[in-house]
């Protein structure tokens, strides 16, 4: 079982930046491999960025570029910066484990990010 609070979301214009963080906390299996998802209305979600537990990330190729996923192993926070916004990122965006054994039922409340044209 993981613990997770996303924040940092809001509304911002087209080519701003926001930076998102999460607060991870319980199954430090599951919270060693995190990754930010999002869901857009009327679409299923989806993994946008992840990171391992020796720092590889992961990058969905609309985000590659733009997007950078970090993390602070001490604090146990997860960051997913964010540049370069365009209308299509508007979502409400998670953070949860990217590993498949630890993915259930259990979802954060999730942040909103809005990017207006």
């Known amino acids: 079982q993981v613990q997770l609070v996303e924040s940092g979301g809001g509304l911002v214009q087209a080519g701003g930046s926001l930076r998102l963080s999460c607060a991870t906390s319980g199954d430090t299996i599951c919270i060693s491999a995190m990754g930010w998802y999002r869901q857009a209305p009327g679409k299923e979600r989806e993994l946008v960025a992840g990171i391992t537990s020796t720092g590889s990330t992961y990058y969905e190729d609309s985000v590659k570029g733009r997007f950078t996923v970090s993390r602070d192993r001490a604090e146990n926070m997860v960051y997913l910066q964010m540049n370069s916004l365009k209308p299509e990122d508007t979502a409400v965006y998670y953070c949860?484990?990217?590993?498949?054994?630890?993915?259930?039922?259990?979802w954060g409340q999730g942040t909103q990010v809005t990017v207006s044209s």
């Open positions: 949860n484990s990217i590993l498949p054994s630890c993915l259930g039922d259990y």
